[in-house]
């Protein structure tokens, strides 16, 4: 589907969940600080711009302008990034690279594809890391709302073919059958609150209701989307419990 997350880069950046300042140090550590790590599908920076701070360059790799653009603007000074317009078919045209970082953008590639190449070009002590969501996430308090706006509209979920969603595989059993087998997770909880203006600003960040897809009802969206989150919730604010998971992922040791 062309432009994806039309529209969306602002909101994304602004609302989206942050891994937070302790997962960031887990890939630190992991990677170490003379290395140079490839984000494939960064978007806005959301990991690559703490991350760069820690090791020696990030290679910020994303198939939209928009994100990449929004990066920069927020990564303005910052010396050891480099924006790069690629996707996951495009591993062999990046600079070289000694571990990769995805975020929530593993799920739209061809998850197997991808993983065998990097076991290609990764080096032999490359590691593999997923930043997200813990494999069974919760529902968002406000969802049930939300979901039957972007009913309304017509514009809610889909999935890549390849998803967990689409396939019933998750991406650690994609991992664990692939050449990096050797799993490590950590889990990092955190509590923030919502008030109005970033539910709704959430709902922009998506893909399937991103302002490009909304076109000229989005002022229509956001307008009922407030409409009906004040009745359900007359306060106009929820806390949310989050759960961000670093999963890493390395080639078993090779027989002597």
Not at 111 to 134: N, Q
Not at 157 to 169: H, P, R, V
Not at 213 to 222: E, M
Request: charged letters at 30%; aromatic letters at 8%.
């Amino acid at each position: 589907m062309e432009d994806l997350f039309g529209g969306a880069a602002p909101y994304y950046a602004k609302y989206r969940t942050r891994p937070g300042d302790p997962a960031i140090e887990h890939l630190a550590m992991t990677f170490g600080d003379d290395s140079t790590v490839l984000d494939l599908g960064c978007g806005p920076g959301t990991i690559a711009i703490p991350l760069s701070r820690r090791v020696r360059e990030v290679l910020a790799a994303d198939p939209d302008e928009e994100m990449l653009a929004e990066g920069r603007r927020l990564a303005t000074g910052n010396r050891n990034i480099r924006w790069i317009r690629a996707d996951s078919t495009m591993l062999r045209r990046l600079p070289a690279f000694d571990h990769v970082v995805m975020g929530r953008s593993f799920h739209w590639m061809d998850r197997r594809a991808v993983l065998a190449e990097l076991d290609e070009l990764l080096p032999p002590h490359g590691v593999v890391a997923l930043v997200g969501p813990t494999r069974e996430p919760s529902e968002e308090p406000w969802e049930p709302v939300t979901r039957r706006v972007r009913d309304e509209f017509a514009v809610n979920t889909f999935s890549a073919s390849s998803s967990f969603q689409a396939t019933g595989e998750h991406h650690d059993d994609v991992l664990a059958t692939s050449p990096f087998s050797v799993l490590d997770r950590a889990h990092y909880e955190d509590r923030l609150v919502y008030d109005l203006e970033a539910v709704i600003g959430l709902q922009l960040s998506y893909s399937y209701s991103a302002p490009a897809r909304l076109g000229d009802r989005l002022a229509a969206f956001k307008e009922e989307a407030r409409r009906r989150l004040l009745a359900a919730n007359p306060s106009g604010r929820w806390e949310l419990k989050t759960v961000t998971e670093v999963l890493t992922a390395r080639r078993p040791p090779r027989s002597p």
